[in-house]
């Protein structure tokens, strides 16, 4: 049995974002709702300035506290470590939320993709409505729904229940890797098993000095960041005294 972990090299990192368009996409994730996010905050005063970016992700601890606390147990372990979520035990409590230290759950309030449903055109009596955009191009749904996660998850979850990463599970059973590592075009991310020493996650690990978020939680995260883009320069000298 695998133990599956992701890698994120931040130096890689080129701050795209395209881990969240694609995330989005694949998973057919409403509007409001991010599986895939990032942290970022400027630090300092011009001209010192640095500038902080770090992707988020559900981090599929090992002790994951949402797992515990989940009543239903529709949030659970399965292959590989992967912390799942089953929509059909899901009773919307969001206890889970509470529980979860990195903030990565997301509750489902309204009728997913229902902006679809609007029969208002942007122009009247020059551009389709979204509701004939999606008929005229025959989908059930909208117009990029993807199908896949029909698999061992719902395509699109339903109103009152939470939602979140599983490492695209669905493609992960089938041997491929999770879509956010597949589209990043920096090759930020890499997906593997923390079993495997011939992994090239396990190289990395070895490489360079990882860090975990919040590690003094217990929850062991399998989500690590290594090395730090710093894009900041100064003008070379000794100092002085």
Known sequence: MPRYAMVIDLQRCGGCGACI????????????????NKMTETLGTFPNVRYYYRPTLCNHCENAPCVRGCPTRALH????????????????????????PYGVINYTWNKPHREWENDDAVIPDCTMSPREQARALNVPNWPLYNPDPDYNYQAIRPTGVVEKC????????????PWCVEVCPCDARIFGDLDDPDSLVNRVLGLFRAEKLRPELGTEPRVFYVREFCPCVYEAGKGMI
């Open 77 to 100: 372990k399965v292959e590989g470590g992967i912390t799942a979520h089953d929509p059909n035990k899901c009773i919307g409590c969001r206890y889970c939320l509470v529980n979860c």
């Open 166 to 177: 599983h490492f695209c599970r669905h493609r992960v059973v089938n041997g491929e890797l």
């Open 21 to 36: 368009t694609g995330c989005k996409y694949e998973n057919n994730l409403p509007e409001g709702v991010r599986w895939s």
